[in-house]
Nanobody, 121 residues
């Protein structure tokens, strides 16, 4: 089991910045990567960014590329999402997830409770 706790959400004006944190505990060694996802009201949860624990390889959704930065602190088992130049369309509940081996594929099987980000125009 991997436990994830997000923090750092809140209200921010368009063009501003916000940093989300995700603290992982438990069997963190079983996860090879961490991801951030978001879900806006009435919409499906979508991928935002991910990072591998070992090499720090990063991937971003096109909608956030160049504005958001994902980073990790292996010593603290913590992943961050730096959100810059935010837009009203970034408003959503942001979830942290851990990717683990399910037996036949790597899959995001563990999720945090989510943190609300609201961007005002």
């Amino acid at each position: 089991q991997v436990q994830l706790v997000e923090s750092g959400g809140g209200l921010v004006q368009a063009g501003g910045s916000l940093r989300l944190s995700c603290a992982a505990s438990g069997r963190t060694f079983s996860a090879n990567a961490m991801g951030w996802f978001r879900q806006a009201p009435g919409k499906e949860r979508v991928f935002v960014a991910s990072i591998t624990w070992s090499r720090g390889s990063t991937y971003y959704a096109d909608s956030v590329k160049g504005r958001f930065t994902i980073a990790r602190d292996n010593a603290k088992n913590t992943v961050y999402l730096q959100m810059d130049s935010v837009k009203p369309e970034d408003t959503a509940v942001y979830y942290c997830a851990a990717r683990v081996w399910s037996g036949d594929e790597w899959r995001y099987d563990y999720w945090g409770q989510g943190t609300q980000v609201t961007v005002s125009s």
